[in-house]
């Protein structure tokens, strides 16, 4: 498949059809995306900033190596997504499904997961930085010890991260 990169500043995207999409190297600046379809697409090496992705289908994505800076996330499914290697910074994922998703060696820097499913999503060996995971749902997460401290959690979520750093409950 031939890579077609995306280069958006300053749009407005309504219920745009870029699935299975080869983009990768793509720039999406200043850019409102409502209802978009992303399933399996390639944005891979591509930089995503002072964006917004509303309502939108991102599920199996390859962000790999991109950097996603001041984006916010609102309402999406985004899971089986693949942000290996990437740069978040700023980034909030509100109201997301980012289940089985793998962040793996990222940067995750001042970024706020709001009510989101994390479930089984896989942060080995990313840099964690001032993460806040309030109001998420965490089983099955897989962070380091060393992470923990990054974290911001809620009182429901205590015990699960207990686990993690492995206190003993009883």
């Not at 059809?17 to 591509?46: E, P, R, V, W």
């Not at 199996?60 to 089986?80: E, P, Q, T, W």
């Not at 793996?104 to 709001?114: D, L, P, R, T, Y």
Request: hydrophobic content about 35%; charged content about 25%; aromatic content about 8%.
């Amino acid at each position: 498949m031939k890579s077609h990169e995306l280069n958006w500043d300053t749009r407005t995207i309504d219920h745009q059809d870029y699935s299975n999409g080869a983009h990768s190297c793509s720039y999406i600046k200043s850019t409102d995306i409502i209802g978009g379809n992303f399933l399996s697409s390639d944005f891979s090496d591509s930089k995503l900033e002072k964006s917004t992705f509303n309502s939108s289908r991102l599920s199996a994505i390859d962000l790999n190596r991109s950097i996603i800076k001041d984006v916010l996330f609102k309402s999406c499914k985004i899971n089986a997504a693949s942000f290996i290697q990437s740069k978040c910074k700023k980034v909030i994922f509100s109201e997301c499904d980012l289940s089985d998703s793998d962040f793996q060696g990222a940067e995750i820097i001042n970024v706020v997961f709001k009510d989101c499913d994390i479930t089984n999503v896989n942060f080995s060996h990313a840099i964690c930085k001032n993460i806040d995971l309030r109001g998420s749902k965490l089983n099955g997460a897989r962070f380091s010890s060393d992470q923990l401290k990054a974290l911001t959690i809620d009182l429901s979520q205590a015990s699960y991260v207990a686990l993690l750093s492995g206190v003993k409950i009883t």
